[in-house]
């Protein structure tokens, strides 16, 4: 596992990441032109739904992340354990699904047909798990052509043929058995060793360990559910959606990241994190400001109806980007634990393990989260607030819980390990993203005209992001070293046999 390359596989991971985003925004392009707000916010509930039954996947692809990172061969066992798992969440997933279809007045035919979703959900998870321990760079290859078949696939079933959602959820199945059959073969290696039942019993007997790592994530998505149950309706979950449809380019920064915790793994060696985050800064704050200045015309891109929610969108990525470096921060301390590194670690010290720390943390955060979102969401029902109203408070205590929270990360990291923020360098990135937002406000009213058609209006928004995207290179590349650095890192990388 020593051979994973960090640059090398975060770059291809952030290539991918933009490619990715522009398809997976033309994907959302269709389906908010061609959906309902209240169908589009019966979609984000229903991948809600998936994801809490995603809980019994975690057992494997922890450990088996974990162990092929420090070269043990689980993956078949992993990949069968994973099928059979995904058959037998099928029956929770439809009881769940009846009752918050019945809470809603949504429709369960729809939720039902969403279960095809589960089995490729599973076996995709498990074989991202597998690659990211020993070729990183294959999930990023996953994912372009999961994002890039779904295109063809949502125009011929959602826009051509008219099929709505039905014909959403049926592109989604056509990507994920592409990215599969992609991960399969980049995961074929560890494919060929023996199903060991002694594995899954291990896993087993420390199943709480992944399963309290997990919980806190999933306690956080309950938001989506609990906004539909308490105002009664999809509306409000729709705006949510499309407000992170934007906001989540922020998230796409992350990737660039992705081999830190399997390099840490493998090698315990911390020199290569101060400047991974320099460059996870790079990118993550340019794309804080894009999310920012074109919140409006990107809402409107989407669907017109949807323009007046550019607060929720601004709100939500600053929430994003100090999302990525809490959870890059976790990744780190998770990475350097080597209590687990032992075959059979005591329970003593495992409690004691920075493996349950960090879910202790995560915990405190997404229940407190949950609790106060709960009693606020229902007040403000009660006293009649506007859909977007509540939407604006739901994601103010939102990042209202991710600020401190990320402090604390760093705090942490920092009595862990040698470690301090690059602050010149932020300075320098946000001064040049300063830069770009001011030129986009002298320049956007002469170069972004709202066209109802997407076919006039898409290519003035495209030439108004390449002037700030160029203005921001750059002007980084002419004022910063490191970036001239990452330059030749990159050129280097790519060419490196």
Known sequence: MSNVRVTYSGLIAFAVGLISLFTGIIFTLIVTRRLSPEDFGLWAVI???????????????????????????????????????????????????????????????????????????????????????????????????????????????????????????????????????????????????????????????????????????????????????????????????????????????????????????????????????????????????????????ALFALNPAYSEISLIVIILSFKSFFQILTNVFYDVLLGIERVDAEKRPKFRELINSKLFLIPNIKMIHYVTYTIVLSVSIFFLTLQEFSVIDTVIWWTIISLSFQIPFFLYSVILVRKSIKFSFPTERILKYVGSTIAFIFVFYLTSDKIIVYHESIFDFLPLLMIQLSICSGIYFILTYLIDCNTRRLLRAIVTEIFKK
């Open 47 to 297: 991948g809600s739904l998936i994801v809490y039954f995603m809980i019994s996947e975690t057992i494997i692809s922890f450990w088996t992340t974990r162990q092929i990172a420090r070269g043990e061969d689980v993956g078949k066992t992993s990949l069968s354990t994973s099928a059979l798992f995904s058959f037998g969440s099928i029956p929770l997933y439809i009881i769940l699904a009846f009752y918050v279809g019945e809470s809603s007045n949504s429709n369960f035919d729809v939720m039902l047909f969403a279960t095809i979703l589960i089995p490729v959900n599973f076996l995709s998870r498990t074989l991202t798990s597998i690659n990211i321990a020993h070729k990183p760079q294959a999930v990023s290859y996953g994912t372009l052509v999961f994002e890039v078949v779904k295109i063809p696939a949502g125009l011929s079933l959602v826009y051509f043929l008219d099929l709505g959602l039905m014909g959403a959820i049926a592109a989604t199945l056509f990507a994920f058995l592409a990215r599969i059959f992609i991960q399969l073969y980049f995961a074929r290696t560890k494919l060929r060793n023996k199903f060991s039942r002694d594995q899954i019993s291990m896993w087993f007997k420390l199943s709480w360990v992944p399963l309290y790592q997990s919980l806190p994530n999933y306690i956080q998505l309950l938001d989506v559910t609990i906004v539909v149950i308490l105002s009664g309706s999809t509306l409000g979950v729709a705006y949510y959606t499309v407000a992170l449809a934007i906001a989540v380019i922020v998230g796409h920064a992350a990737s660039i990241s992705q081999a830190i915790y399997p390099k840490l793994l493998a090698l315990g060696n911390f020199d290569h994190i101060q400047k991974n985050l320099s460059h996870l800064l790079y990118f993550s704050i340019p794309m804080l400001g894009i999310a920012i200045v074109f919140s409006k015309p």
